[in-house]
């Protein structure tokens, strides 16, 4: 393990760091502050937000700065001011020690002069909003000639936030020479690109966790139909008294829309989004991070200048495309080693996005009911007689005024008084949910309920596409074997020689000694069992690992082939009600099946 004594920095760096009770260094510090004290070509460094990125860039600039000097020589790019401020608080903490260094934040939102003044006393070192930073350039206050280190943070945002010109412009003011650190959650590929139009043959660290999720995040999806998205979510929320968390919405006009449907319906609900001054935004995260919010309604952008460690929920109210936003986003709660929720509200067109994320996240998503009224109710009031159990009581306060309500309330038996009491607090709740229909899409929610449950067994067969296979082909031969009627069969997958096939495992040395008693169109069949694919597989690498070595029992498809019942049993009956007649097809994702209208 990494001390920060092995890492040669300055004395005084390490007496700040101690100070702030650092007690070893962060796995992105352990990577980068290394290679930064010793290297000056470019970096690209890949950690999530909250990783103590800060100091990783921060303690080899301060190492680097000559206090003779009279020159910036440190340029920090960010994209909000909420970092900015952030990263040049954070860096004065560092520096505590070495108080001849001079930093100054430049941003926009706030008066120009006093920046200016600041910048003309003198900085080494200059962490600026690109707007911001160029205007003082134009106004000849800022001069770059001297820098000798540029730092991009959350670059993927900067450019995401259409910085790019701004970006290009302040770097035609910098050497060529120097060198430029780039520190990004995510790499899109079009953020890689533009990396690599002005970085030269930048190596890139990864500090792992920027591509996976944190082991303690629970990842959950929910699936109902687009309308019913903002019933689910306040379900989900009404699961959870006790929710701290951010709902992302794709838009400013969604996010505040659902942020008003949210406060009419009673939440403690808020909106963040660039269409609000940056006065209003700012009470919004100081609420968020007292907490008076409970749920912040956001888009990505506008919730990247907010640093909260302990959310309990991420709620994507739209999956995202892309599986670097997703991964970004769930990164935010499971931190400091707590454990966290990551929830997907989905409709059945999303399910291509799920599945790309699932890939990138190395594990499967679980899928979840959306709770019904009676589980949300029995919550709640768990939740509220668990309050009135912990409330402290101040007798000498409230005695006072108690004495006529007890007198009051004697004629009531003790069962009475605690179902009126219960009454007051949840009749309005109980009336709402009472009757609420299902919004899981029925035959969808059994079907996944029943993988849930369901233990399947893994058989591999010496019949693949070269045999001229199909799923169908398979399926077929399973019920010729007469093993048993209905026998519940999972995935398939067929390759060129052999194939993957997921059976009911009751029946596993049954249908062993059927495979092998029984050919396929000539061909003896060979047939072993893996465990059930069921598992939920610890990383990306392993993933892949486990997908090049072949292992049977580790198969997972997620580009699911078929899910049902094996229909092909007995004697085909006519009809629609013969058993399993929608079987007789790959079952359709969502069925046209009507429910209720939601209230
Ligand atoms: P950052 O990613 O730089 O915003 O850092 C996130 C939080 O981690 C900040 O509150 C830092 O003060 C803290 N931090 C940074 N480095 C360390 C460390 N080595 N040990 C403990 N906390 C740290």
Do not use: E
């Given at each position: 393990m990494t001390k920060f004594t092995d890492l040669t920095l300055p004395e005084p760096i390490l007496r700040a760091a101690r100070d702030l009770g650092f007690e070893k260094p962060t796995p992105v510090q352990a990577l980068t502050i290394p290679w930064l004290l010793e290297n000056n070509s470019d970096l690209i460094a890949l950690a999530q937000t909250g990783t103590g990125k800060t100091a990783a860039f921060g303690f080899p600039l301060l190492s680097n700065t000559d206090i003779e000097s009279k020159s910036v020589q440190s340029l920090i790019l960010c994209p909000t001011r909420e970092l900015c401020l952030q990263i040049t608080k954070d860096l004065q903490a560092y520096a505590k020690y070495l108080p001849r260094v001079k930093m100054v934040a430049v941003y926009g939102g706030a008066p120009i002069y006093k920046q200016k003044e600041a910048l003309l006393a003198g900085a080494h070192i200059v962490v600026g909003t690109p707007g911001r930073v160029n205007d003082m350039i134009r106004q000849n206050v800022l001069h770059l000639q001297e820098v000798n280190q540029l730092v991009l943070d959350e670059a993927d945002e900067m450019l995401n936030m259409g910085f790019k010109d701004e970006l290009f412009e302040i770097m035609s003011h910098i050497p060529e020479s120097k060198q430029t650190l780039l520190f990004s959650a995510t790499m899109p590929k079009d953020v890689e690109h533009l990396a690599n139009s002005f970085m030269k043959g930048a190596t890139r660290l990864s500090a792992g966790g920027e591509d996976k999720g944190a082991e303690n995040i629970e990842h959950f999806f929910y699936k109902v139909q687009a309308r019913d998205k903002y019933l689910a979510l306040k379900r989900i929320a009404d699961m959870s008294p006790k929710i701290y968390g951010i709902i992302f919405c794709r838009t400013r006009n969604e996010t505040q829309d659902i942020a008003n449907k949210l406060q009419q319906d009673g939440y403690n609900a808020d909106a963040l989004h660039g269409d609000l001054s940056q006065a209003q935004r700012e009470l919004v995260m100081q609420r968020f991070r007292s907490k008076y919010v409970q749920l912040l309604v956001a888009t990505d952008v506008a919730a990247r200048g907010l640093d909260v460690d302990d959310l309990s929920h991420i709620i994507n109210y739209h999956i995202p495309t892309d599986p670097d936003i997703y991964i970004h986003r769930s990164g935010r709660t499971g931190r400091a080693g707590k454990s966290g929720i990551s929830i997907s509200i989905m409709h059945s067109k999303e399910a291509g996005a799920l599945k790309a994320v699932e890939k990138r996240l190395g594990r499967e998503i679980t899928w979840q009911k959306v709770p019904g009224g009676r589980e949300i109710c029995q919550k709640q009031l768990f939740h509220f007689i668990d309050s009135v159990e912990k409330v402290e009581v101040d007798e000498e306060q409230i005695g006072t005024f108690l004495s006529n309500v007890y007198k009051k309330l004697s004629w009531m038996t003790r069962e009475e008084l605690i179902q009126r009491f219960v009454a007051v607090e949840f009749n309005r709740f109980l009336n709402y949910y009472k009757d609420i229909p299902d919004l899981d899409n029925p035959v969808q929610a059994k079907r996944q309920e029943a993988k849930k449950d369901f233990k399947f067994s893994t058989f591999r067969l010496n019949l693949g596409s070269k045999h001229g296979l199909t799923k169908r082909d398979l399926m077929r031969y399973v019920n010729q074997l007469k093993v048993s009627r209905g026998i519940e069969i999972g995935q398939i997958n067929i390759f060129g020689d052999y194939c993957l096939i997921e059976l009911d495992s009751n029946y596993e040395s049954e249908l062993l000694q059927a495979f092998v008693s029984n050919k396929y169109k000539g061909v003896t069949v060979e047939a072993s069992v893996g465990k059930a694919p069921k598992t939920q597989h610890s990383s990306k690498d392993d993933w892949k690992e486990r997908r090049k070595t072949k292992k049977i029992d580790d198969y997972?498809?997620?580009?699911?082939?078929y899910y049902g019942r094996n229909i092909w049993e007995g004697t085909p009956k006519k009809?629609?009600?013969?058993?399993?007649?929608?079987?007789?097809?790959?079952?359709?994702?969502?069925?046209k099946t009507k429910r209720k209208k939601t209230p």
């Open positions: 997972v498809d997620h580009d699911t082939t009809g629609k009600d013969k058993p399993g007649f929608k079987g007789k097809k790959k079952i359709a994702p969502d069925s």
